[in-house]
């Protein structure tokens, strides 16, 4: 059974940039597609990014193109989200997500079988 957890989290002044890892353990993470998601107070799961399990197809929000960067490490069995020019928007929790066997960036988060418990993110000043 896959296990993810998310660190890296914290207050950021808007510009500034954080780090989120995803570490995976009781399974490889090789095979496994990954989606970076977040949620803000009184608001729906939005994807922010997304790859699949060769790290072929990449997805990218819109909101984020340009400042975010989703990577693995699939030796450290760890999932990265790389934030840079941090907004007050992006402020939310961050989960990260995994499902098995498919080398598409999956966007929907039903799709995912595997969730981290989050990563909180406050961009303020």
């Known amino acids: 059974q896959l296990q993810l957890v998310e660190s890296g989290g914290g207050l950021v002044q808007p510009g500034g940039s954080l780090r989120l890892s995803c570490a995976a353990s009781?399974?490889?993470?090789?095979?496994?597609?990954i989606g970076w998601f977040r949620q803000a107070p009184g608001k729906g799961r939005e994807v922010v990014s997304c790859?699949?399990?060769?790290?072929?197809?990449?997805y990218y929000a819109e909101s984020v193109k340009g400042r975010f960067t989703i990577s693995r490490d699939d030796v450290k069995n760890t999932a990265y989200l790389q934030m840079n020019s941090l907004k007050p928007e992006d402020t939310a929790v961050y989960y990260c997500a995994a499902t098995f066997g498919t080398n598409v960036a999956v966007t929907t988060p039903l799709e995912y079988d595997y969730w981290g418990q989050g990563t909180q993110v406050t961009v303020s000043s």
């Open positions: 790859t699949g399990n060769d790290g072929s197809s990449i």
């Open positions: 009781g399974d490889s993470l090789g095979g496994f597609a």
